[in-house]
T-cell receptor, first 115, second 115 residues
């Protein structure tokens, strides 16, 4: 069975500092990996995904994530945090396989960027 | 832009009532999903559909049913609402026959309270 873990319920970072939101996954084979963001009182929005190829994936709003197969991680990063980045972030995983397989979401990490 | 709309942002119902949550997408997506979002539990998949009149159970289908009579519309039904179904309900859609690699587009959510 596939699973995804976000070990931090909340991450606090000062505006202008780099930020990292952690995600680790477990699948039987190769993974598809996603990050979504939920701003207050809004639905989830797609940020970026890793399907295959380059391990460093760039997404919306200056975010990027690095796929690390040996550590089974897909951490979300941004070089310089903005107050407007404060939101709830979800990592998600799906295993490569034939046929349909659902995407499994993590429990979410609340990012608080302090002015 | 893809638009996923949900019939209500807030809903208050009484225990035992039959509840309908409606979701409509305007991008001709094959796949549609219903999730519930609870603090500390993240998103959990209730049901999904990969075609008209097709449905598959997700992780927590008990107490719910779904209907997909038209491609653009996916309804979630609580046959007899209970207080433990108080939650935020999120609808999503995605293109293609194999949903795992494709971005999911989310609606704004319906916050359901069952008294």
């Amino acid at each position: 069975a596939q699973s995804v873990a976000q070990p931090e319920d909340q991450v606090n970072v000062a505006e202008g500092n780099p930020l990292t939101v952690k995600c680790t996954y477990s699948v039987s084979g190769n993974p598809y990996l996603f990050w979504y963001v939920q701003y207050p009182n809004r639905g989830l929005q797609f940020l970026l995904k890793y399907i295959t190829g380059d391990n460093l994936v760039k997404g919306s709003y200056g975010f990027e994530a690095e796929f690390n197969k040996s550590q089974t991680s897909f951490h979300l990063k941004k070089p310089s945090a903005l107050v407007s980045d404060s939101a709830l972030y979800f990592c998600a995983v799906r295993e490569h396989s034939g046929g349909y397989q659902k995407v499994t979401f993590g429990t979410g990490t609340k990012l608080q960027v302090i002015p | 832009d893809v638009k996923v709309t949900q019939s209500s942002r807030y809903l208050v119902k009484r225990t035992g009532e039959k509840v309908f949550l409606e979701c409509v997408q305007d991008m001709d997506h094959e796949n549609m999903f219903w999730y519930r979002q609870d603090p500390g539990l993240g998103l959990r998949l209730i049901y999904f559909s990969y075609d008209v009149k097709m449905k598959e159970k997700g992780d927590i289908p008990e107490g719910y049913s779904v209907s997909r009579e038209k491609k653009e519309r996916f309804s979630l039904i609580l046959e007899s609402a209970s207080t433990n179904q108080t939650s935020m309900y999120l609808c999503a859609s995605s293109p293609s026959g194999l949903a795992g690699t494709d971005t999911q587009y989310f609606g704004p959510g319906t916050r359901l309270t069952v008294l």
